[in-house]
C-alpha cells in the first residue's frame, strides 16, 4: 500500500485549507453559493487585505487565478512565484521563511514539491495557509473548482458517470476530486496505464479500472483529462506514455459530455477538440476564479 502522510481533519478549513478531507457537503455548498454571488457581485469585502502566493514550483493557473481573485475583491497581492530569487537558495527552511512572510499578510497560499509542506507550514502559521498543491498529494482548491465546474456545467452533482483518465497515480488534482465526488451519487471509471493507476489508498470498491477510453466513453457524462506528471518520475527513462482524447472518441460520446482537464496538457486533448462545445477546460479556468475568490472571502473576510 502507498504511503501518505497524515492529515489532520479536524482542522477548520476557515483557518487553514490542507486537504478536502475537511470539507463536509455544507461547506461546499456554502463555498459554491459564494461563489455564484460573487462571479456577479462588485463588491470589495478584500479591502486592505493581502495575500502572499509563496510557489515552490511552477504554476501559471493556480498563481494567477489566486492573484486575480484577491485584486478583484479589493485586496493586494505579494507574489513569490520564483524562489530562487528568495532566500530559500540560501538554505531557509519552509518553517523560517513562513514565520517571515505572515508579519505581512493576511493569508499565503502555498505551492510545495513535498507532501508535508502545507502541514509544515500550518504548523508554525498563525494566519491561513492555503494548500495549492503538495508534491503529488493534494490540490483541494483545483478540486472545489472541478467540482463547482461539474455543478454549473451539469447543473448537478448526483446521478453522473465520471471517467478519470490520464497518470493517476501522481495527479494530485484526481486525488483530491475522486474524495469529494466520493461525497455524490456518483459512477467512477479509471482509465491509466497500469503503471499509473490510482493509489489503493484513493480507491474505492465500486470503481472500474480500465486501460482504455473506448470502454467506457459511451456511458461517460463527465471525462477527466490528465497529462502524466513527469516532475514526479525519478527515473526519466520510466517515461513512456502517450494517450489522447481523439475525435472518435468524442464521436462515440453523449451529446451533453462534459470534457474537462486541469491544465496545462501536452498533448492529451487535441486542439482540434477546443471547438467542440463539450470541451470545458477554459471555462474550468474561469469557474476557478470565482471559487478561489469565494475561499478568501471565506478566509480572510472577516476580521
Ligand atoms: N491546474 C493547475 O494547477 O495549473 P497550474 O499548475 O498552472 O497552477
Redesign the pocket.
Given at each position: 500500500m502507498d504511503t501518505y502522510y497524515t492529515k489532520d481533519i479536524s482542522l477548520p478549513w476557515r483557518r487553514a485549507v490542507v486537504s478536502v478531507d475537511q470539507f463536509k457537503k455544507p461547506d461546499i455548498d456554502e463555498i459554491f453559493a459564494l461563489a455564484d454571488r460573487l462571479s456577479v457581485g462588485r463588491t470589495m469585502p478584500l479591502t486592505g487585505k493581502s495575500i502572499i502566493n509563496l510557489f515552490y514550483e511552477?504554476?501559471?493557473?493556480?498563481?494567477s487565478s489566486f492573484y486575480a481573485a484577491m485584486t478583484r475583491l479589493g485586496g493586494s497581492v505579494i507574489p513569490i512565484n520564483e524562489v530562487n530569487y528568495s532566500s530559500v537558495t540560501k538554505g531557509e527552511t519552509l518553517e523560517d521563511t513562513i514565520r517571515t512572510l505572515e508579519s505581512f499578510t493576511d493569508a499565503l497560499v502555498l505551492r510545495h514539491y513535498d507532501e508535508d509542506a502545507t502541514e509544515r507550514a500550518v504548523s508554525v502559521a498563525s494566519i491561513p495557509i492555503i494548500n495549492?498543491?503538495n508534491g503529488a498529494g493534494e490540490?483541494p482548491t483545483?478540486a472545489l473548482l472541478d467540482l463547482y465546474t461539474i455543478s454549473k456545467e451539469r447543473d448537478g452533482l448526483n446521478g453522473l458517470n465520471v471517467t478519470l483518465m490520464g497518470d493517476l497515480k501522481h495527479g494530485r488534482?484526481v486525488h483530491s476530486l475522486t474524495k469529494l465526488l466520493r461525497m455524490y451519487d456518483v459512477k467512477i471509471n479509471l482509465v491509466s496505464p497500469p503503471e499509473l493507476s490510482l493509489p489503493r489508498f484513493y480507491l474505492h470498491k465500486n470503481d472500474t479500472e480500465h486501460r482504455e477510453l473506448g470502454e467506457v466513453i459511451a456511458d461517460t457524462d463527465i471525462l477527466y483529462v490528465t497529462r502524466v506528471q513527469k516532475e514526479r518520475f525519478f527515473d526519466e527513462l520510466e517515461i513512456d506514455f502517450s494517450y489522447s482524447v481523439t475525435r472518435s472518441d468524442m464521436d462515440l460520446a453523449k451529446t451533453n459530455l462534459v470534457l474537462m482537464h486541469?491544465?496545462?496538457r501536452v498533448g492529451e486533448i487535441p486542439i482540434e477538440l477546443d471547438s467542440d462545445p463539450r470541451s470545458a477546460y477554459f471555462r474550468q479556468v474561469k469557474y476557478g476564479l470565482h471559487v478561489r475568490m469565494a475561499l478568501l472571502v471565506a478566509l480572510i473576510g472577516r476580521d
Amino acid at each position: 500500500m502507498d504511503t501518505y502522510y497524515t492529515k489532520d481533519i479536524s482542522l477548520p478549513w476557515r483557518r487553514a485549507v490542507v486537504s478536502v478531507d475537511q470539507f463536509k457537503k455544507p461547506d461546499i455548498d456554502e463555498i459554491f453559493a459564494l461563489a455564484d454571488r460573487l462571479s456577479v457581485g462588485r463588491t470589495m469585502p478584500l479591502t486592505g487585505k493581502s495575500i502572499i502566493n509563496l510557489f515552490y514550483e511552477p504554476s501559471t493557473r493556480t498563481s494567477s487565478s489566486f492573484y486575480a481573485a484577491m485584486t478583484r475583491l479589493g485586496g493586494s497581492v505579494i507574489p513569490i512565484n520564483e524562489v530562487n530569487y528568495s532566500s530559500v537558495t540560501k538554505g531557509e527552511t519552509l518553517e523560517d521563511t513562513i514565520r517571515t512572510l505572515e508579519s505581512f499578510t493576511d493569508a499565503l497560499v502555498l505551492r510545495h514539491y513535498d507532501e508535508d509542506a502545507t502541514e509544515r507550514a500550518v504548523s508554525v502559521a498563525s494566519i491561513p495557509i492555503i494548500n495549492a498543491g503538495n508534491g503529488a498529494g493534494e490540490h483541494p482548491t483545483q478540486a472545489l473548482l472541478d467540482l463547482y465546474t461539474i455543478s454549473k456545467e451539469r447543473d448537478g452533482l448526483n446521478g453522473l458517470n465520471v471517467t478519470l483518465m490520464g497518470d493517476l497515480k501522481h495527479g494530485r488534482t484526481v486525488h483530491s476530486l475522486t474524495k469529494l465526488l466520493r461525497m455524490y451519487d456518483v459512477k467512477i471509471n479509471l482509465v491509466s496505464p497500469p503503471e499509473l493507476s490510482l493509489p489503493r489508498f484513493y480507491l474505492h470498491k465500486n470503481d472500474t479500472e480500465h486501460r482504455e477510453l473506448g470502454e467506457v466513453i459511451a456511458d461517460t457524462d463527465i471525462l477527466y483529462v490528465t497529462r502524466v506528471q513527469k516532475e514526479r518520475f525519478f527515473d526519466e527513462l520510466e517515461i513512456d506514455f502517450s494517450y489522447s482524447v481523439t475525435r472518435s472518441d468524442m464521436d462515440l460520446a453523449k451529446t451533453n459530455l462534459v470534457l474537462m482537464h486541469p491544465l496545462p496538457r501536452v498533448g492529451e486533448i487535441p486542439i482540434e477538440l477546443d471547438s467542440d462545445p463539450r470541451s470545458a477546460y477554459f471555462r474550468q479556468v474561469k469557474y476557478g476564479l470565482h471559487v478561489r475568490m469565494a475561499l478568501l472571502v471565506a478566509l480572510i473576510g472577516r476580521d
